[in-house]
């Protein structure tokens, strides 16, 4: 299901906060900070970099990230897979300044395990535990359009987790006559990522902008969102 009342205030952010101060953290492409054409430096400390080794399939560095270019088929692997177990929670928080919104893929390991922005007004998360499982968040709205923007997904863990998905700290409630949520939202199986901007590296690539992405092995609590949400709405001018 979805979760309610994520409202980012100020007074609720610490000035001296940054992404490592939460814990579970897996990955963290930092703004500006280890990054080129052919590689992405991993500020979590866990060194699972974004490399793309193939020229022909590099981004180009813009704005302190990378500008993916889907005709060019440009896309990272990870130096190692994140694995999230099933009935464990997850969350992502991302940057991008999207170009055409069509098929934009995140994250994924293959085709079966994906973080998406499928069209202006909707989200998919796909995880594969022996059979294809997909949660889409659908609004009336088209909130995700072309530009710049944070996003953020939130899973707790639990065989009844809960979904929480923000927009530049805003939480969004899917539109509940036009949603295809699986059993109410509730999605809670497990799966791999081990691709930045590409469906299993092949298919659905990313187009614009992806400028900073965090990513956490565990679900966050309503203050960690908030901080992270302020923080990155900080650093990017959101």
């Not at 203050?223 to 990155?232: A, R």
Request: aromatic residues 8%; negative net charge.
């Amino acid at each position: 299901m979805l979760g309610l009342g994520l409202e980012v205030t100020s007074s609720e952010y610490q000035e001296e906060f940054t992404i490592t101060d939460v814990s579970d953290l897996s990955l963290w492409l930092q703004n500006g900070v280890g990054v080129t054409a052919a590689k992405w430096d991993d500020s979590s400390g866990n060194n699972n970099h974004v490399t793309q080794s193939t020229e022909a399939n590099q981004g180009t560095v813009s704005g302190g990230g990378i500008d993916f270019e889907e005709n060019d088929s440009v896309h990272y692997d990870f130096t190692s897979t994140i694995a999230i177990g099933e009935n464990t929670g997850f969350c992502l928080a991302v940057v991008v300044d999207q170009e055409t919104v069509s098929n934009n893929t995140i994250l994924s390991k293959d085709i079966s395990d994906q973080i998406q922005i499928l069209n202006t007004n909707k989200i998919r998360f796909r995880a594969n535990d022996s059979i294809d499982r997909t949660t889409t968040f659908q609004f009336a709205e088209t909130p995700f359009s072309s530009g710049k923007m944070l996003i953020m997904l939130n899973r707790t863990a639990g065989v009844t987790n809960v979904f929480t998905l923000s927009k530049n700290g805003v939480e969004l409630t899917p539109d509940t006559d036009t949603s295809v949520n699986e059993a109410a939202g509730e999605n809670p199986f497990g799966f791999d990522i081990n691709v930045l901007g590409s469906r299993a590296g092949n298919s659905q690539f990313f187009d614009g902008k992806i400028l900073e992405l965090a990513f956490w092995s565990k679900g966050l609590t309503r203050t960690e969102m908030l901080k992270v949400n302020n923080y990155l709405k900080s650093v990017h001018g959101l």
